[in-house]
């Protein structure tokens, strides 16, 4: 963390991707607001589009960079309580 906090110290601008980091910089780095720009995730529909593949019934999907803050243990947690009514409930995690 101490080399990320130098990184932000001498950088100019910093691009966040949601609202909800921008604030974890502020509160965790101390970095002042008017330094950091929300910039959402985009997706260039005319690169990358739908395509029909087969459904797995009964399945979750969880594609994301693995790290406690994005609640995977949230979501083991639900799928086992889904599970109740859902017995053959699958999850894939992709990472």
């Known amino acids: 963390m101490r080399c990320e ?14 609202t909800t980091t921008k604030k974890n910089l ?3 780095y101390n970095i ?10 985009g ?9 029909n593949l087969k459904k797995i019934p009964n ?13 995977l243990l949230y979501l083991i947690d639900a ?4 599970r109740k009514e859902i017995p053959n409930i699958k999850l894939y995690i992709i990472d």
Do not use: C, E, W
């Not at 997706?43 to 395509?51: A, D, E, L």
């Not at 799928?79 to 889904?82: G, H, Q």
């Open 5 to 18: 906090k130098i990184t932000y110290d001498n950088s100019d601008k910093i691009i966040s991707i949601s």
């Open 26 to 28: 502020i509160n965790d």
């Open 32 to 41: 002042p607001s008017q330094k950091i720009s929300v910039i959402p995730v």
């Open 43 to 51: 997706v260039n529909t005319k690169v990358f589009q739908p395509i």
């Open 59 to 71: 399945s979750v999907l969880y594609v994301v960079r693995l790290h406690k803050r994005k609640g």
């Open 79 to 82: 799928i086992r309580l889904a």
